[in-house]
């Protein structure tokens, strides 16, 4: 087991990581930008250095400065969070080549996973049902015709990176044709690359995806799915898990079909395969998160497992200690995303509190929310035992959330917490464009 972990990251996901890793034992080291010298993450750590500058290509994705840092505190891993480095292949090559570990899976499974193209194909060889779609296209002829194949409407997405960024929802050619830079060049700005590839739209469809976790042993299990169906332009704002929408022979059926796709792609660490679910009751994959996703808290309320603890534990070696057999999915856990709508500063901020209820953040009094850096300003995750019950629990929480001096987005939540759409839990990814 690692003495000392470096947090490559900001915000409420490295107050999240170095919480856990206090629990384990472990000792932290936080890097920060010059924007983030008052952070949160920065105080609760037992070492910080400074990495850059607050735009984030000086600091938070500097390889070169992390790994120094590393170094010279004498770290052993480096945990990346989500985001930022979470999923670049190059910093995993350069944390082995200095002897430190990265905790997430190896460059190489990266490498093969990270893109899109590429993971569709291993798991329509593993047995997923993929969406119907193009290999990488070569400029906008190429686009036009794989579209026009696959027919109209289809999605265009980039073949890197993810967050919604160089997605675009096309209707035909002329409308393809305008968008196809636009998303071409949001990707590269995003990602680095540019490429884009083409799928089938489906439509009415939910958003599942279900987590697992897998160690060296080529033990996997499944911890249920997430429905994160209530997206406004591709970013999630609400995730609840078990979804309302699958039926217990279909989540058994999926968790078993998952569990030997990663088996034989020989996976390790914590991921998240993400689907489309159509009204039917079939799922089709769409792609693989080789990382933590933002929305973990959700399934670690339901399942009561601590993700993080089991990305570090793997990591080091460490087998699972349960299998899919002692894993309980009973009861309702729903998360609500709080993003800030402008920057400002925090003047008063008051958290609700009770059983089961939990507000992941790097908020306090006086936190100045930067304009450099996602929006994200916490995450409120409550657990009940019933649907009903949980539907009460979070209207209630955030009724109680204040977060006085920054825009935010409660009252959206709560409008759509008690939505018809939401309450009978009929809504799939229709529901901003949809009367409800």
Avoid at 284 to 291: A, H, Q, T
Avoid at 342 to 354: A, I, N
Wanted: hydrophobic fraction near 40%.
């Amino acid at each position: 087991m690692y003495s000392k972990i470096l947090i490559a990251n900001r915000g409420e996901i490295a107050v999240r990581i170095i919480r856990a890793c206090k629990e384990m034992g472990i000792a932290t080291v936080a890097v920060y930008s010059q924007a983030d010298a008052e952070a949160l993450h920065v105080a609760l750590a037992d070492e910080s250095f400074c990495i850059g500058k607050a735009e984030a290509s000086d600091s938070y994705l500097n390889k070169e400065r992390i790994i120094s840092a590393a170094l010279v505190s004498g770290a052993q891993a480096i945990h990346p969070g989500y985001g930022f480095l979470s999923e670049n292949s190059g910093f995993a090559h350069l944390c082995r080549k200095n002897g430190i570990a990265f905790i997430g899976p190896s460059p190489e499974n990266m490498d093969r996973l990270g893109d899109k193209e590429r993971i569709k194909r291993l798991m329509s060889e593993a047995g997923l049902t993929v969406i119907p779609g193009s290999k990488v296209v070569n400029g906008i002829e190429e686009a036009v015709s794989e579209a026009e194949r696959i027919g109209y409407p289809v999605m265009m997405k980039a073949r890197s990176g993810g967050g919604g960024r160089g997605i675009r929802l096309v209707g035909g050619r002329q409308e393809l044709e305008s968008a196809y830079p636009a998303a071409a060049a949001e990707a590269k700005a995003a990602f680095g690359d540019g490429a884009l590839y083409i799928e089938k739209y489906i439509n009415p469809a939910r958003h599942i995806e279900i987590q697992i976790l897998a160690d060296e042993a080529g033990n996997v299990v499944c911890l249920g799915e997430r429905d994160c169906s209530i997206q406004r332009k591709n970013q999630k704002l609400i995730e609840e898990a078990p979804s309302p929408a699958v039926k217990p022979e279909r989540r058994s059926e999926i968790f078993e079909m998952v569990s030997a796709a990663i088996k034989k792609i020989g996976y390790t660490g914590a991921g998240t395969l993400e689907f489309l679910y159509d009204a039917a009751g079939n799922f089709y994959f769409m792609e693989m998160n080789v990382r933590l996703q933002v929305e973990h808290p959700v399934t670690e309320a339901l399942t009561g497992i601590d993700l993080v603890k089991w990305q570090i534990r793997i990591s080091s070696g460490i087998p699972l200690s349960f299998t899919q057999k002692d894993i309980d999915l009973s009861g309702s856990a729903i998360e609500c995303r709080i993003n800030a709508l402008s920057p400002g500063k925090v003047e008063f901020l008051h958290v609700p509190g009770g059983p089961f209820v939990r507000f992941d953040t790097y908020l306090m009094a006086g936190t100045k929310v930067s304009p450099y850096y996602d929006s994200l300003l916490g995450k409120l995750i409550i657990y009940a035992g019933k649907r009903e019950e949980a539907l009460r629990k979070m209207k209630a929480a955030l009724c109680e959330l204040v977060i006085d001096g920054v825009p935010n987005n409660i009252e959206e939540q709560i409008d759509i917490i008690g939505s018809e759409a939401f309450m009978n839990g009929t809504y799939n990814l229709n529901y901003f464009t949809e009367a409800r």
